[in-house]
């Protein structure tokens, strides 16, 4: 790493360590950080996800595919269907922490990391899943609560016939950044399908911008 590289490395991770981190400075940290993180761990691996979009045919997608084929499952084993995010929390926090010792930087403590996978959610969402050049499915943000979620909705075959749609989690944050009301007594999240959502700073706190809040 250069001198120059060296100075804007420090100045993306003193904004993330002192709170004054969106999601523009997650995008520019991610291209920093993506060439000296583990190869084909999970932070090389979502920045991947993040720059290529679309086009990305890593580590993620393969898991997403893999929980589809948990649901595909239904009806043909008694099996209970467990979906877990494609990276933990610990897992992410572990890496990136790994990473930044790597670049002689200090680790970062759980809230500055989750300010971090926040950003990372709303960097991923509205992507879409492509499988033989067709649109099988979407990411999005979803919110309740207690958590911040990016959720995908993607394209289910039952049978030969008959295909439906399932959504679950991605990735999840704490939601410590914008109070709303439960939808029921499960906290089930509010899904935003269509509204883009933006993850901004104002004055070091980070905050969700949710267009027209209304029912929230």
Do not use: W
């Not at 911040?148 to 039952?158: P, R, S, T």
């Amino acid at each position: 790493m250069d001198i120059k590289e060296q100075g804007l490395m420090k100045y993306y991770y003193e904004k993330l360590r002192d709170h004054n981190f969106d999601e523009k400075d997650c995008y520019a940290f991610l291209h920093l950080i993506q060439k000296h993180s583990k190869e084909n761990g999970c932070i090389q691996e979502l920045a991947d996800f993040v720059m290529k979009r679309d086009q990305y045919n890593g580590s993620i997608k393969e898991k997403l595919f893999a929980s589809r084929k948990k649901f595909e499952q239904l009806g043909k084993t008694k099996a209970a269907i467990r979906v877990d995010d494609v990276f933990s929390f610990r897992e992410i926090k572990s890496e990136l922490n790994k990473t930044l010792a790597g670049c002689q930087l200090e680790p970062l403590e759980n809230e500055p990391i989750n300010d971090f996978v926040t950003c990372l959610i709303s960097l991923m969402q509205q992507v879409k899943m492509i499988q033989k050049d067709r649109e099988t499915g979407k990411l999005f943000f979803a919110i309740s609560q207690k958590q911040i979620i990016l959720m995908i909705e993607i394209e289910v075959a039952q049978n030969f016939l008959k295909k439906t749609n399932v959504v679950f989690p991605v990735l999840t944050a704490n939601n410590s950044y914008i109070a709303l009301k439960k939808q029921d007594h499960y906290d089930t999240p509010y899904l935003f399908t269509d509204k883009i959502i933006e993850v901004v700073n104002h004055g070091g706190k980070l905050e969700v911008m949710v267009p027209d809040r209304t029912g929230l």
